[in-house]
């Protein structure tokens, strides 16, 4: 059977060696194993500590992807200050119509066209 899935990197879920089906293919192994050991006695608590052992599994590596999605999105506002700021340096002029259209319909959105008329 394999090994179980290493978090610590990460794309290491799609780079697992192999497969791209890393569950699939172990359910598929279970079930060809259960088919052999069909003779064998159940045994409940070995049962239940193997899903045990599985949940403890699945709840850790959900709780490696929380903090590495949790560590992304704080990085995110940085990463897009910089790319902005990067931009602005290599295209200052296109940033700046671009803040003056963005300034301009923002103005008419938030005070709207005049209502007096000339008469």
Not at 73 to 81: D, F, G, R
Request: proline content about 6%.
């Amino acid at each position: 059977m394999k090994d179980k899935i290493p978090l610590d990197r990460p794309g290491s879920l799609d780079t697992e060696p192999g497969s791209d089906t890393y569950l699939v293919d172990q359910v598929l192994e279970a079930r060809d194993k259960s088919d052999h050991d069909a003779n064998r006695p159940v045994d409940v608590a070995e049962e239940l500590n193997a899903m045990r052992a599985e949940i403890d599994r699945i709840t850790e590596s959900i709780g490696l992807l929380a903090g590495s999605a949790k560590a992304l999105v704080s990085e995110t506002p940085s990463i897009l200050e910089q790319e902005l700021r990067s931009l602005v340096q290599r295209k200052p002029l296109t940033a700046l119509i671009g803040t003056v259209a963005l300034s301009f319909g923002l103005a008419l959105r938030l005070i709207g066209p005049s209502n007096r008329r000339s008469h």
